[in-house]
């Protein structure tokens, strides 16, 4: 329960930030921010439980991102996310990522 409260809360904070971040399709910068609360700002998570993303490969990530988007594949935080997301932002999180080293 103390976990998916915690999921809940991020979530929320976040949302906003990424709402802002989808009304500015070409500020790369604001998209990616939305991403770094939990990936790390290197791609690093701060924590066990969200993956590493740095250095990812860029095909690797477009297909998880759109299997989050497309429910084949569900998360209390990406799956919202990522339905929020157009063809044109996640190839940006994805090349962003890929190209980040470890």
């Not at 429910?71 to 997301?85: A, G």
């Amino acid at each position: 329960m103390k976990k998916l409260l915690l999921n809940l809360t991020i979530f929320i904070l976040f949302f906003n930030s990424f709402t802002y971040a989808q009304s500015n399709l070409d500020d790369d910068v604001n998209l990616i921010s939305s991403c770094v609360a939990c990936h790390g700002q290197n791609g690093i998570s701060p924590n066990e439980e969200w993956p590493n993303l740095a250095g990812q490969k860029k095909q690797y990530l477009i297909i998880q991102l759109n299997n989050f988007k497309q429910s084949q594949r569900v998360n209390v935080l990406m799956s919202p996310i990522s339905k929020m997301l157009n063809e044109k932002q996640i190839e940006a999180i994805a090349n962003y990522y890929s190209n980040l080293g470890l």
